[in-house]
């Protein structure tokens, strides 16, 4: 089992839909990272987050330490958010190693 | 202010070869981390290099070496190339090992063997 788990592997969505992607994680972590992916391969971090929720725009992302269970949300969704988005820790005493999920695949038709 | 630059951005080699990956850090950071990333999956942490020194390592064989120069540049080598060592090789940078820090990636190195 691996220690990050991402759901859905892959979500289809209309332009204008909510839309949520899960990650589940098994070790102790400092933070959890949320970032996305294009098809070029470069990433970008979204958000970092060791507690609570935060949001940048139509972007929100939460976390629940005691279930160990984090949550990024898209509001109103479009077709430019299409894209892998990556949940990754950093472990209790690894620094700035990232342990990461495999991943969701988002499109967004308009 | 540039950000962290990959290079070369593909390349292609035989197996059996030795190759090369550059990494330059985002200006102020001096911590470099390298990913490997196969087709479909998340990357997986190759290691970590904070002054000048492999400071945590992930589970790739010794055909997987590094090297960090003094102005915070890295270089990541693999010998005697497999075919699973096709991937999409990361770097990322960070400041002071990046505790609590987010780390910022390069666009990667796309490696093929054939």
Redesign the interface.
């Known amino acids: 089992k691996n220690e990050?788990e991402q759901s859905p592997q892959n979500l289809t969505a209309q332009e204008g839909e909510f839309i949520t992607i899960n990650c589940s994680y098994s070790v102790g972590i400092?933070?959890l990272?949320w970032?996305q992916q294009h098809p070029?391969?470069?990433?970008?971090?979204l958000f970092?987050l060791s507690s609570g929720k935060k949001k940048h725009g139509r972007l929100i992302a939460t976390i629940n330490i005691q279930e160990k269970h984090s949550s990024l949300h898209i509001t109103a969704s479009h077709p430019r958010d299409s894209a892998v988005y990556?949940c990754?820790v950093s472990g209790e005493t690894?620094?700035?190693?990232?342990?990461?999920?495999?991943?969701t695949q988002l499109t967004v038709n308009p | 202010d540039a950000g962290v630059t990959q290079s070369p951005t593909h390349l292609i080699k035989t197996r059996g070869q030795q190759v090369t990956l550059r990494c330059s850090p985002k200006s102020g950071h001096d911590t470099v981390s390298w990913y490997q990333q196969a087709l479909g999956q998340g990357p997986q942490f190759i290691f970590q290099y904070y002054e000048e020194e492999e400071r945590q390592r992930g589970n790739f064989p010794d055909r997987f070496s590094g090297h960090q120069f003094p102005n915070y540049s890295s270089e990541l080598n693999v010998n005697a190339l497999l075919l699973g060592d096709s991937a999409l090789y990361l770097c990322a940078s960070s400041h002071l090992r990046g505790w609590g820090q987010p780390q910022h990636f390069g666009d990667g190195t796309r490696l093929s063997i054939l």
């Open positions: 990050v400092s933070a990272h970032l070029g391969g470069g990433i970008v971090s970092m990556i990754a690894s620094g700035s190693r990232l342990t990461f999920g495999e991943g």
